[in-house]
């Protein structure tokens, strides 16, 4: 099992196009939401009568849960890759022990204050760190983050997004009909998407990642 943690502003959007990715190179995804925040419930359908914060949700290939599964319902994706999303939420004692470590923020400084005040990076030398700034307008924004956050570059890879147009009306669209569909996204985070899979799953090939992707953006399962 390769268990994934997700900690700092919304990235739903982000986490949704690349469980969708992975669910097309059939690995079972499960997404364990503790942050709270209702964002990433609002993308995902439900049915009546169904509460995620009880129950496993099975949702286009991908299972959503609010709460820490019990250790008989990890082991039905043993095999698989399970996202767990923090939030601001994160504390380190939780029972899911992940393996990648994904701190995603904007340029914004109170966000980053946010950041720099959890515990995420006492556990540098434990996990892989993975540092996202989404939504900046110029490079001057991700050189000040990357300044502002405490993690040393040599404990953390880091990344960057532009604020795009395509961006947010395809992470709009994913609550307003909660279809996991991403036809018309930036460039980069296409590449975004395809690397963060690649390095989650060594032993696929590039062109079977970047063929997954491809029908998973239109929709495809």
Known sequence: MVCVGFVGVEAFDIILYIGK??????????IVDLSKTGAM????YHGMDMDSAD???HY??????RRVPKD???????????FVVYGFNYVKNYPIKTDVLCIITDSLP???DKINNLKCFEDANRNRINVLVRDIVSMDDFERVKSSIKCPESHAD???LYYDTYDYENALKCQLLQVIQFRRIS?????????KISKLLPDIKPSSVRKAFLRARKGVT
Do not use: Q
């Not at 419930?41 to 995902?44: K, V």
């Not at 286009?60 to 849960?65: G, K, L």
């Not at 008989?72 to 399970?82: I, K, T």
């Open 158 to 160: 880091y990344e960057y």
């Open 110 to 112: 109170s966000n980053i």
């Open 21 to 30: 990715t992975i669910t097309v190179l059939d690995y079972r995804v499960l």
């Open 72 to 82: 008989n319902e990890l082991n039905d994706y043993r095999d698989g890759v399970v």
């Open 55 to 57: 129950d496993i949700i």
């Open 187 to 195: 460039s980069r985070m296409r590449r975004i998407i395809i690397d």
């Open 41 to 44: 419930t609002r993308a995902i």
């Open 60 to 65: 286009r290939n991908i299972n959503y849960i």
